[in-house]
Every structure is written in C-alpha cells, then in structure tokens.
C-alpha cells in the first residue's frame, strides 16, 4: 500500500478549521432503510428541518435522540454519512454489533417512523491543500471512512485500513480519487485488540503531508497512535485520533490532542 504521493511538507502543521454551527433540533422521517452488510443498516431520513442543514467535515457528529429504557431519552453519536439539502434528505448508518439504545432503534425502524436529530455542534475542516489520506479505523468509523473517500477531490490519493468481522462487512466506495482499501478481519470479539491493525500498518508508507485519520474502540486507537509517532517517528500534527467508543461504557468517546 503506498501513499507517496504528496503535495505538503511534513514540517509544517497541516490547516484544521474550526466552524461551529447554530446547535438545532430536527424531526425527520424515515424514508428507506437498507441492510448494507450483514453488520451495517442505513436509514435514510427526509424531511423540512434540513433545509439548512451543514456539515462541512465527514466525520461530523449528531445526536440521535431515541428512547431509553425509561422514560429518559437518549443521545448518540452518529455521522452524517450522506446528505443533500435541496432534497432535504440525510443517510446515516447504523453499524449494529452491539445493542445499545440507537441500534435497537434502527433495528426496528420503518418507513414512516420518526427520529429527532441535534447538530452537528460543529466542523473539524481539514485544508483541502491535502492530497494525501491515511484513514484507519474500525466498524464504527466506516461511516466517516466512507464520506472521506467519496468526498475526495480526483487529485487526492486516499489508503484505507479497515477492520471488520470478515469479507461479508467489505463496502464499496464510489470517489474521484486514487483509492486503496485494505481490509482486515478479525472477529468481533476481538474488537479491543490492535494487533490485526498494526500488522497491517507495516506495510503502509508514510509520506511527508499524509493526513492520518484513526477512529476505533480508544485502546485501540491509542496503541496505533503510539505506534506511528513512537516506532514510525510520524508526526503528532498530522495525525486526528478518537475513540470512537470505550468498552464497557455505553455512550463514551475520547479524543486524543
């Protein structure tokens, strides 16, 4: 997997924008929903409230609002995996391994149901001066993956390393761009443990001006974080990591500055 190409020296710190948007609450109404993999739903969503609708970076975050258990609602963070505002539609997907309040929401959702959304707060821009992606994660962070490349301008080189259950969870990605996915299974189970990922990194090159992206369970995001700086001596500003999720804490991410 080689990601050479590259319009930027690693010297200098790549350009992030930071752009908040006015936080609004929106009803919307499902319109289709579609078993992508074995693991992955999609829903999409219509309706008035998203005629002005932003986000400006594919790994924006929403709030979806679902009932809980009780009569408390609750909140989760969702990518905006696809949407057009003229036809006042949104896509999100819904990776459905665990069985938190939001996946047994899309679990059962029909054409007709109703969802209430919030955001996204605000955007992290990345300046489009970068031409090379480095874009690593798990199941959570598919979505982002997937709006990251199909939002590439044609002169961007993106590398993709996924980790999912098996070839069943593999998706394709329509892009201008020059795109390579590489695709590593391990089971679910397994979904803590960095060791599938950072096997595969030893063949990834880093390039002077690639933008690294990681987004997985934190431990997991941590471990190869450490990896690219401490072994592969990459630099920090050119790298965005999150944990996507925490195990064992429902509702939790990190982020990692």
């Known amino acids: 997997m080689d990601t050479s190409h590259t319009s930027i020296p690693n010297g200098s710190a790549p350009k992030i924008e930071r752009v908040r948007h006015e936080l609004k609450r929106r009803s919307l109404i499902v319109s289709n929903v579609e078993k992508i993999t074995p693991g992955m739903l999609r829903i999409e969503l219509v309706g008035d409230d998203l ?3 932003v986000s400006l ?13 009780g009569e408390e609602m ?3 963070d969702y990518t905006p995996r696809r949407y057009d505002v003229a036809a006042r539609t949104l896509v999100i997907d819904f990776a459905i391994h665990e069985a938190g309040p939001a996946t047994q929401w899309a679990l059962e959702a029909g054409v007709g149901d109703k969802l209430e959304i919030g955001g996204p707060r605000g955007s992290a821009v990345v300046s489009n001066e970068i031409k090379n992606w480095l874009l690593i994660g798990d199941e959570t962070a598919l979505p982002a993956i997937g709006r990251r490349i199909e939002e590439a301008s044609g002169d961007a080189h993106v590398a993709a390393v996924v980790a999912v259950a098996d070839a069943a ?3 394709l990605f329509q892009s201008k761009a020059h795109v390579s996915t590489h695709w590593v299974h391990r089971p679910l189970s397994a979904a803590t443990d960095a060791s599938a990922l950072l096997a595969a990194l030893q063949s990834v090159e880093l390039a002077p001006g ?10 997991v995001t941590r471990a190869i974080r450490t990896y690219l700086v401490e072994k592969r001596g990459y630099s920090l ?7 996507y999720w925490v195990k064992g804490k429902a509702d939790t991410t990190e982020k990692f500055e």
Do not use: C, L
């Open 51 to 53: 005629a002005d609708f």
């Open 57 to 69: 970076a594919p790994d924006d975050h929403i709030k979806v609002i679902v009932p809980g258990a």
């Open 74 to 76: 609750e909140r989760r």
């Open 237 to 243: 500003a050119w790298i965005k990591a999150s944990g």
């Open 210 to 219: 690639t933008f690294v992206w990681i987004a997985a369970e934190a431990s």
């Open 169 to 171: 969870e593999h998706q």
